[in-house]
């Protein structure tokens, strides 16, 4: 039997009703109990927080990573209960932190609280053990019976059961019949490795028809080291007279700021080289997002910006497959 180390830090699916609203109250252990003994593996509990994970700071990713760090030898694998509405944040991080992982580490949530009637909660915990006695290795979240890569992970609904997608590369689906996978990944020949240090003054700037480029030019003399541009389409950014960006990229630019240019759209991602928005603004220095999702781009902008030590190898990891 499977040993799995559980980490409880927060969310919906441990939250209780209060006069101010639902808040985060209900224990790992809490949990664990109230889904009964009935579970494929024995099952050790650490609380490392509990918070409404609009709370969640990327400082608090690291502690989820060195829990699974400091216990790595000790457990087959992990299952982390966490809230719904940053969890795709903190699936990307651990995707980056927790770099060769050979054991699953599982994060998964809910959109009602566990005791709730009706609530998703007590499926998407079993599924989550379920999924982390496979043994596939990498971060994983489990919700609403599909398993999606930590850095594709993108969360689409507030209400729906479903609430989330795997964005650009579907991956399992948990039947009756057990986890059918995509695709099987071999396990890392390097040991773990723990990577962590975050950039944190890294801004996203969602444009809308009519967004004045000087809000780039706030955002470099904030201070922020590097900006992604949510742009139209394919990941074009105006260059029309009336309120082309192009300048504000070169200023940014000039001045070692990093910009990454990503798309509104969720699927199918970004290509700079189709029209001349997305051209001229790669001419200027700004990276495509490729098909990445935001939240992963995000990480890796924080994780790049810390650890690369020049303009080029930026570019490189940003541009480099998940």
Request: glycine share 10%; with cysteine; proline share 6%.
């Amino acid at each position: 039997m499977k040993n799995i180390l559980m980490l409880a830090t927060g969310g919906t699916i441990a939250c209780e009703p209060s006069e101010d609203g639902l808040v985060p109250r209900l224990s790992g252990e809490a949990m664990l109990h109230f889904l009964g003994r009935d579970l494929p593996c024995r099952v050790d509990v650490r609380e490392l927080m509990n918070l409404d994970s609009s709370n969640l700071q990327p400082e608090d990713w690291e502690t989820m990573a060195r829990a699974v760090a400091d216990n790595y030898d000790k457990y087959d694998g992990f299952v982390i209960t966490h809230g719904t509405d940053t969890l795709a944040y903190t699936a990307a991080a651990l995707h980056q932190m927790l770099r060769h992982l050979s054991k699953p580490v599982i994060i998964t949530g809910a959109q009602l609280p566990l005791e709730a009637e009706g609530s998703d909660g007590p499926r998407n915990l079993k599924d989550a053990f379920f999924v982390a006695c496979e043994g596939e290795p990498g971060v994983f979240v489990v919700f609403h019976g599909a398993v999606i890569d930590g850095g594709r992970a993108k969360k689409m609904h507030t209400e729906s059961f479903a609430a989330y997608a795997s964005v650009n590369a579907p991956l399992a689906r948990i039947t009756p019949q057990g986890v059918q996978w995509k695709e099987r990944r071999p396990l890392p020949k390097e040991p773990l490795e723990l990577v962590l240090g975050l950039e944190r003054m890294v801004c996203v700037l969602k444009l809308v028809p009519g967004t004045s480029p000087g809000l780039l030019d706030m955002l470099v003399d904030a201070g922020y080291r590097g900006v992604i541009i949510e742009g139209f389409g394919a990941g074009g950014v105006p260059n029309d007279s009336r309120g082309s960006f192009l300048p504000a990229i070169r200023r940014a630019v000039e001045k070692g700021v990093v910009i990454v240019c990503a798309s509104q759209c969720v699927f199918d991602g970004v290509d700079l080289s189709r029209y001349p928005i997305g051209v001229l603004a790669a001419r200027l220095g700004a990276i495509s997002g490729g098909d990445k999702t935001v939240e992963t781009l995000t990480v890796r902008l924080m994780q790049a910006l810390r650890h690369c030590g020049s303009a080029q190898e930026v570019r490189a990891f940003m541009e480099s497959p998940l």
